[in-house]
């Protein structure tokens, strides 16, 4: 078969199942000849093997399934970073760049700041930092030793130096640590949120994703911590859900933080919350 006529069968089957069924069925053929989807439109008319075709059926069917295509493929871009991915970690998100880009304005990139990733998964926003402040120390934190071993894995793919460790947020810390910069994407979803039986989520490690207290647990106990572990006129940052704006901004201020604002993502949605260390008194 043509890979033109079996792109064409696939996006009609993918179409009941994803808004991007063409660039799905792209990526899974790409993955599975080893080339890039350019090369779809240079060698439309090429004939396929029959194991290439089988094989690519295969991953077909999991993405009907609802698997991401993340998991299927095993990577995915991030900032501009190539990734691997594991169904121990969450899948990195468009929506994730826009912590990076807040963070980075917090800090000097050419300083020699102390950077701390707290539930690194992947390591993406770890890696984005150190990417972008070479002079920079970057720790990242996860709590699950899978997800630590691929973040170390992603750091040697990328050629960045960044520490990884194992830690339930700041457990395994002492207060002689003092970073300048603490950013975390944390588990902020309900657990009664409707959207946890939905898309790609529905494959997602659940401790990834949800929290309790309306999904606010974990931000509010990272919050009332994380000044003893911040410098000086320190910042602590979090992504969190697109309706948890006001309520983050609160839990700050009532930890007497200072500089407490919002920023949106593309979407025009609250994304991202920042507040610097309260001062001593």
């Known amino acids: ?41 240079t060698w439309p008319d090429k004939i396929l093997e029959h194991s290439s075709i089988a094989e690519f059926e295969a991953l077909l069917q999991r993405r009907e399934q609802g698997e991401p295509i993340a998991y299927i493929i095993r990577h995915q871009a991030f900032w501009t970073l190539e990734l691997e991915v594991a169904e121990c970690t969450l899948i990195p998100r468009a929506d994730t760049e826009r ?23 992947t ?22 030793e899978e997800a630590v071993a691929l ?26 640590n003092q970073f300048n910069l603490i950013v975390s994407n944390p588990p902020y979803i309900d657990p009664d949120d409707e959207h946890l039986a939905q898309g790609d989520v529905r494959f997602e490690p659940r401790s990834a994703l949800v929290a309790e207290q309306q999904g606010l647990a974990d931000i509010l106990h990272i919050i009332a911590c994380a000044p003893s572990y911040l410098s000086e006129a320190g910042y602590l940052v979090f992504e969190h859900g697109y309706d948890q704006g006001a309520a983050v901004r609160s839990a700050f201020l009532a930890q007497g ?25």
């Open 99 to 121: 912590l990076v880009e807040v963070a980075l304005a917090l800090i000097d990139p050419m300083a020699a700041n102390c950077v701390l990733d707290l539930g690194t998964g």
């Open 151 to 176: 973040a170390r894995r992603n750091a040697k793919r990328n050629q960045l130096d960044v520490e990884f460790m194992q830690s339930s947020w700041f457990d395994q810390l002492d207060a002689s």
């Open 1 to 41: 078969m043509r890979i033109d006529e079996l792109l064409k069968g696939a996006y009609e089957r993918l179409t009941f199942v994803s808004d991007t069924a063409q660039l799905d069925a792209q990526l899974l053929l790409a993955h599975v000849l080893g080339v890039t989807t350019a090369y779809f439109y």
């Open 257 to 281: 933080y200072t500089d407490v604002k919002t920023h949106q993502d593309l979407g025009v949605n609250d994304r991202v919350t920042q507040g610097r260390k309260p001062a001593k008194g």
């Open 123 to 144: 390591g993406a926003i770890a890696l984005a930092l150190a990417a972008e402040s070479p002079s920079s120390s970057v720790t990242g934190i996860d709590f699950n």
